[in-house]
């Protein structure tokens, strides 16, 4: 209530009571009740004075309240606090003028007011104006766990302004070290306005990646029913723990005298709770038995026809036919096969026949650069053989043959191989009649003629050709090699695991 007219009045009301104590003083010394002529004219003056404040009096306005407004967020302009005749007059204070709310500026508008004594305005200058700062929020939360094992990688943030929308390509991010487990990501952004945000993200370096599990031995075992199951176990190393093997636990048991599928479960748990499971299936089945025979035929000579590189489409189809024509048992070293070769290997078997690895992969570079690639190329293969047909082969034959020199690169494999190979229950072959038909042959009647100069009666001949698909000459020559071999009294045999082996040397 106190203005400036409040204290008009008031002034004026004070002169005028100090004006009749003196005018009653006066009157007291002089025993007078006569109003002296100057009291009457001065009574008259303080009269009409007060009569002309209060009709002059110009409506007061406080501007304090009014401020700025700040832009889009739905505020309006306020009115100044308006006083006039000791009344607050706010409610007739009219704003003249345009404001747009939603973009910043200065804006020049009146506050009018219609008042007893005629309308009173006031020009005024409306800032609206952008104070807030910009939001920033952070995906997956202030506060997030960094595997050790992975780069961080920016979880995202987004900078929203309510004047000037989003404004997240403006952030400046900035990562501060703290220790070896923990660091910050300050993020920075300023608006249009320069109103300035700031957040800061707590990385902790965890430790979430489990141990890693590796099996002894293979993966899916095959077992003869009543013939003890080996538990070969597995191994574990963690990246922060090192060596867990001792702590797996291993559950499951297999009963070899019931047939069916078993599983065995690996489990470890590093120091920080992390934990791997492996399993290993064991099945329990008859497999169908790889027959016995004897190799040497009791001085007569026995011929083991077999084949490299195959099955193909088009050639193993008419070397299986010639077979059967024949009634020749042989042997197929086979690499990995598709779905046709699937049928032909089906075939193979079912015809009698011996399926043996060569490998999975041919790839000399690949598969002689450790023991254990080569294991791996000879068991993978093994596994899917088996799978496809329930034949589970040991019989191999080494890419290149034992006596290579394409693995010279890796010095001493093929000698290591050897007894590796013959370690882990296999039994590999070589060759010692050799066709050519892989190399220097370019026609049938030079394979044939390299096949029986090659015979010996004395011994098991182990005759090496390959049934790949550009090989036709190998199609021509075997009826005739057949024949051959039976009019000289030669037998035929499909090589087995009791056939005696017949090796090279290793010459690495
Ligand atoms: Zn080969």
């Not at 009409?48 to 967020?73: A, H, Y």
């Not at 899916?220 to 001792?246: C, F, H, Q, R, W």
């Not at 030669?490 to 090589?495: L, P, V």
Request: glycine residues 8%; proline residues 3%; charged residues 25%.
């Amino acid at each position: 209530m106190l203005n400036i007219n409040v204290l008009i009045y008031f002034v004026e009301i004070v002169v005028f009571i100090l004006f009749f104590l003196i005018y009653s003083v006066v009157c007291l010394l002089k025993k007078k009740r006569v109003i002296p002529k100057v009291f009457g004219i001065g009574f008259l003056a303080l009269f009409l004075t007060l009569i002309g404040t209060f009709l002059l009096e110009r409506p007061s306005m406080d501007f304090k309240n009014v401020g700025v407004i700040e832009v889009k967020s739905g505020e309006k302009l306020k009115v100044p606090n308006t006083f006039y005749h000791f009344q607050n007059i706010d409610d007739k204070v009219k704003i003249v003028g345009y404001i747009d709310y939603n973009e910043i500026g200065e804006y020049d508008i009146v506050f009018e007011v219609d008042t007893f004594t005629g309308k009173y305005s006031k020009k005024h200058v409306a800032k609206v104006v952008d104070t807030k700062a910009p939001e920033i929020s952070l995906e997956q939360g202030e506060e997030f766990n960094q595997s050790y094992s992975k780069e961080y990688q920016e979880p995202g943030f987004k900078a929203i302004d309510l004047y000037d929308g989003d404004i997240t390509s403006n952030v400046k991010t900035e990562k501060q070290e703290i220790d070896d487990t923990h660091f910050n990501i300050k993020y920075t952004v300023s608006d249009s306005s320069g109103n300035k945000s700031e957040k800061i993200r707590k990385v902790t370096i965890v430790d979430d990646v489990p141990p890693e599990i590796t099996l002894n031995g293979i993966e899916t075992m095959y077992v003869s029913p009543n013939t003890p199951y080996e538990e070969k176990g597995a191994t574990a190393i963690d990246e922060k723990d090192g060596d867990l093997s001792d702590k797996i636990v291993t559950e499951g048991t297999v009963d070899t005298s019931v047939e069916g599928e078993y599983v065995i479960t690996y489990k470890v748990s590093d120091s920080k709770g992390n934990e791997a499971t492996k399993q290993r299936k064991v099945i329990v089945q008859t497999l169908v038995a790889i027959q016995a025979q004897d190799g040497t035929n009791g001085g007569k000579g026995v011929i083991y026809l077999t084949f490299d590189d195959g099955p193909s489409s088009n050639i193993t189809p008419q070397i299986l036919d010639i077979l059967k024509e024949k009634n020749v048992k042989a042997t197929f070293f086979i690499l990995n096969y598709n779905s046709v070769g699937e049928d032909l290997v089906k075939r193979e078997v079912a015809e009698g026949h011996t399926v043996g690895i060569h490998g999975y992969s041919h790839d000399y570079k690949q598969i002689y650069q450790s023991e254990t690639a080569y294991m791996n190329n000879i068991t993978s293969l093994q596994q899917k053989i088996l799978a496809s047909t329930g034949y589970n082969s040991t019989i191999t034959r080494f890419p290149g043959g034992s006596s290579n020199t394409v693995s010279k690169f890796n010095p001493g494999i093929m000698t290591r191989l050897c007894k590796l190979v013959l370690d882990s229950g296999y039994k590999y072959f070589d060759w010692n009649v050799s066709s050519g038909d892989a190399g220097g042959v370019t026609d049938s009647e030079q394979l044939y003629q390299n096949v029986i100069n090659g015979l010996s009666k004395s011994r098991a001949n182990v005759v090496l050709m390959h049934d790949f698909s550009s090989n036709t000459k190998v199609v021509e020559a075997l009826p005739r090699i057949i024949d051959y071999g039976i009019q000289n009294g030669y037998t035929f045999s499909n090589i087995t695991m009791s056939t005696p082996m017949v090796t090279h040397s290793p010459n690495n």
